[in-house]
């Protein structure tokens, strides 16, 4: 999917939310590319505000979405990063205003909200997109770059984890949103597991899955374990566990030839809370002793991490914006790992 006519730089934009989201990733990847211009952040939160002034002293901050959509005829863009129940609603009113719009990720809390976006932003020719930036993780693009380059052989299952210790749950939003809200590490993390393994091994079809809400108290699921059927043959197992004392190895693929195992996280999210930005020594490098290893047991050797580029995504969306070209994530991409995450919740 394309924009419209092509649109001249600095493109206006509006981020809407300064959570982690709105702070960690994309108010600094605006921040750091020209092609940009980051004009309004909308948070109602004090703390917060103070905050984005502080940070961006040439943003106005907003305390409303409403205040912000008022602004609509001097923006080009809305960067919407709040929780996941107002995506599809912000999205929605930010396209009639005639704004391209980024969504986090999950893209909207139905497939059916999804698809009204995709049409809206369809019908008025206006940038659509969703930012699945684990595409630019530092170990998947080494696995893809393995996978293209066959030295696995036949892959016959891959799996993929996202674990970690979170006994409390640190946002009051998180802990009463259910999944008909987007609420839920199924809606939280599945949209970057089941996206990847879409990603590396095409159209899939769930075939089991496990959810459990291990808190109790009437909290959404937090332990799950999906698998996909690949239309190509390849089995994915995919876990998402937020109470995991050890967390398993991120990466293990199978093939014919050989196995590919990674430990760790990418270091993107933790150099950018830290204040690394792209472009500085060291950013998105991994340490030699996490990269992956690949072969057979006792004839393993280590491979080296491509560099993360979570830049890449604002870059290629600028080229959208600039010159027409496609955008970063096919939002019809993210609608599919809805209709998966569907699926799931009504017991496959």
Do not use: C
């Not at 030699?288 to 491979?303: F, I, K």
Request: glycine share 12%; charged share 20%; hydrophobic share 40%.
């Amino acid at each position: 999917m394309t924009g419209g006519a092509a649109k001249t730089a600095p493109i206006r934009t509006a981020l809407f939310g300064y959570g982690l989201g709105g702070r960690v990733f994309h108010a600094p990847l605006l921040g750091l590319n020209p092609q940009y211009s980051l004009d309004v952040i909308v948070t109602a939160e004090a703390g917060r505000a103070a905050a984005a002034a502080a940070a961006y002293p040439d943003a106005a901050v907003l305390p409303s979405a409403e205040a912000a959509l008022e602004r609509a005829g001097s923006l080009d863009l809305a960067v919407i990063s709040t929780p996941p129940g107002t995506h599809a609603p912000l999205a929605r009113a930010a396209l009639d205003a005639g704004l391209g719009v980024v969504v986090d990720k999950p893209f909207a809390h139905t497939p059916e909200a999804a698809s009204g976006l995709i049409e809206l932003a369809a019908a008025k020719e206006l940038v659509l997109s969703v930012f699945q930036n684990r595409r630019w993780d530092g170990d998947f693009l080494t696995l893809q770059g393995l996978l293209q380059r066959g030295e696995l052989g036949t892959v016959t299952r891959f799996e993929s984890r996202m674990e970690s210790w979170k006994p409390v749950v640190s946002k009051a939003w998180k802990a009463a949103t259910g999944a008909a809200d987007g609420g839920g590490i199924l809606f939280d993390l599945g949209p970057h597991l089941i996206d990847q393994a879409l990603e590396l091994f095409g159209p899939a079809e769930p075939a089991y899955a496990e959810v459990a809400a291990r808190r109790g108290g009437g909290g959404p699921d937090d332990d799950v374990f999906v698998v996909l059927q690949h239309a190509a043959g390849v089995l994915s197992h995919l876990w998402m566990n937020s109470l995991a004392p050890q967390a398993g190895d991120r990466f293990r693929v199978t093939g014919s030839e050989a196995s590919w195992t990674k430990r760790g996280t990418d270091p993107q999210e933790g150099q950018l809370d830290a204040g690394l930005r792209p472009g500085s020594p060291g950013y998105g490098l991994e340490e030699r002793e996490r990269w992956g290893q690949l072969g057979r047991d006792g004839t393993t050797v280590p491979v080296p991490t491509e560099p993360g580029r979570y830049q890449d995504y604002y870059a290629r969306l600028a080229d959208t914006f600039l010159h027409g070209s496609p955008v970063p994530v096919d939002p019809a991409d993210s609608l599919r790992g809805l209709e998966i995450i569907r699926l799931i919740h009504a017991g496959l």
